[in-house]
């Protein structure tokens, strides 16, 4: 009898777990500031590449060495861009098939914003490049004005006006994110700080979260559970499209390629391809 109540007690907790998770709200306020707003929650993944910051910073002339100098879609973030939850799949990976234009990925887990910041500094001339930027999840920022002069300072210095803003596809309601959570259902309505990306970056920004929920399960041929109807009012992406044994933030292979599908999408549209 024991046994059996410990296995109800572990299974009730995997479905919480699950879920969306509830916590107090946070006030809509783009200056808010958080002892935590410079929290790396991915630190422990750890991921150094060739890319990375740590990288640059020891071999100085390697990212401008590898810039072709030739129409390229570059790819800045951090582990969601890198492809972290996945089997190896990512989004720069579909969004090359969808395209047909060289796609660099320039995604390294762990980094702030600050650190994707400088290491697009150190490409060098990107005036002939396509930009797709998420950036931010990592800290790097204080409140939400300072993240978005570090946005139009990666897009000043690349030298190009064709740039998409991928605005962060974390679960409103996962109180371990970084942008401040909320209980309210927000469904697709836009949190406070997608409301605060759109006013300043216009048709630029692609919302991801939202853009998964409505149409990341019919990409890839999933049906659409009561779960996820309920998780979708609440605005939080469908757990078919997570790696939830991870965390809220990053997703699997269909979450990723369902994400190459929107950027493609918004790329159409401001004519990009």
């Not at 990375?52 to 390697?62: F, G």
Request: include cysteine.
């Amino acid at each position: 009898m024991k046994k059996e109540l410990i296995v109800m007690i572990l299974a009730a907790a995997v479905v919480v777990f699950s879920s969306c998770r509830a916590g107090t709200e946070m006030p809509p306020n783009q200056e808010y500031e958080s002892e935590e707003a410079g929290y790396d929650s991915s630190s422990e993944i750890g991921y150094t590449n060739e890319y990375s910051y740590e990288y640059a910073t020891e071999h100085p002339a390697y990212l401008e060495e590898n810039n072709m100098n030739t129409e390229e879609i570059n790819c800045w973030g951090d582990s969601i861009t890198e492809g972290y939850g996945s089997d190896g799949l990512t989004y720069p990976d579909v969004l090359e098939e969808l395209t047909g234009i060289p796609v660099r990925n320039l995604g390294v887990g762990g980094e702030d914003s600050v650190d994707i910041l400088k290491r697009s500094a150190a490409y060098g001339s990107q005036e002939e490049d396509i930009l797709v930027i998420q950036m931010g999840d990592n800290g790097g920022w204080i409140n939400l004005g300072q993240l978005i002069r570090q946005y139009r300072k990666l897009i000043s210095k690349a030298g190009t006006d064709r740039y998409i803003i991928i605005s962060s596809t974390d679960d409103p309601n996962d109180f371990e994110q970084i942008w401040g959570y909320t209980t309210e259902p927000v469904g697709l309505e836009n949190t406070w700080y997608e409301e605060e990306f759109e006013k300043e970056f216009g048709e630029h920004l692609f919302n991801g979260r939202k853009y998964l929920i409505e149409h990341g399960l019919q990409i890839n041929g999933l049906r659409r559970t009561e779960t996820d109807y309920m998780r979708a009012k609440s605005g939080c992406i469908s757990l078919q499209l997570r790696n939830p044994w991870i965390d809220n933030t990053h997703l699997n292979e269909a979450g990723y390629t369902a994400l190459a599908h929107g950027v493609y999408e918004k790329g159409k549209e401001l004519g990009y391809w």
